[in-house]
Every structure is written in C-alpha cells, then in structure tokens.
C-alpha cells in the first residue's frame, strides 16, 4: 500500500503483468503494420512509461514524437480552442498510432483524433494501456487496449495523482475507505 497526498491507493496490476501485456500488444501491432512505417504520438505526461517501454518491442521501422494537448480559451466565436503542442512531425501519408496511458470519458482522445486529422495522415489508431470502458463517452473505443478497468482512480507506470505517483513502477488503484 502507498499514500499520496491525502489517498491511499493499493497494488492493482504489477509489473511482470504490465510488461507481457505490452509486449502481446507490440506483437500485435508488429504483425499488423508489417511492410508498413508507424509514427507514434505519445501523449505526455502520462504515456511516457508506456511509450518507452512499448517501442522497445516494435521490430517494423517507426518514428516516435511527444505531444502535449492544450486546450485554452480563444477569442473566436468557437470558446475553447484545443491544440497540439510539440507535433513537428510530417503526418500527411503516415500510419499514425497515438500512444495513451489511460482513456477514461474518452473526451481527450476525441479532441486528439480531431486535430490529428487535420494533418491529413494515411491511418490514425489509438494504443491506450488502460481503459475504462463503463466512464467511456468517446465516438469510437480504441483499436489496441492493454488492460479494460473498472472506474476507479488509479495511478502509477506514468499516471499520476495531482502530479505524484508517475514514478511507482506498478499500477495502484484508490483504496475505497
Ligand atoms: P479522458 O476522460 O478520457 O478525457 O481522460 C483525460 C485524462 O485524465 C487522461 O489522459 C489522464 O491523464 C487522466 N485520467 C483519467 N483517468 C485517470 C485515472 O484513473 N488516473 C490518473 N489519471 C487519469
């Protein structure tokens, strides 16, 4: 057991468990983008676990980038503007595979795609390592999940909770009083 802040979380997927999970998922993606190149957008902060450890399992040649999604209030008429910051990739033509920690509503995947699109690429597909399928709201699920979770907070392997608990190399999961 672990306390961060004012929580308590608990052991919820160990180590050993993530890594041959990602690398079924690897061998996955390996088979289905054979003859193809991948560029992988990580997402940060959280999937900087993920990413590293899942592309040291690709064997297709891939390019990896880091992104972070901001969403600020603009002064058009549309409200909230949403953009990519750090994508310095050329993505027109490319197969694309967004590298996620978690989907949870599914609304931070669904604004990804959108901007995504724009950079009119031959493929996009989402890789999430965790998946809350009862919180999802998003328009289409994710092509390549490692773990479906209930809806309960978690952290660990990257995520994080108000900023601690990225480093712990398990996943924990909030431990109900
Ligand atoms: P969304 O609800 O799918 O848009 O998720 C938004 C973001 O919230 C994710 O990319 C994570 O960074 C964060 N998040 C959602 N659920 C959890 C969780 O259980 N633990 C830590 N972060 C989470």
Redesign the pocket.
Known sequence: MIHLNDKTFEVFIREDEIFKEISSLAETINNEYQGKEIVFIA?LN?AFMFASDLIKCITVPCEISFVKVSSYTGTTSKGRVDELIGLNTDLENKHVIIL??????????DKIITLMNEETPASVKVCTL?Y?PT?FL?KKEPDYVGFSIPN????GYG???NEKGRNLKEIYQLKED
């Open positions: 997402i959280g996620e920690d978690i989907v949870d509503t599914g609304i931070t995947i965790l809350k919180a998003g309960k907070f978690v952290v995520l994080d909770y």
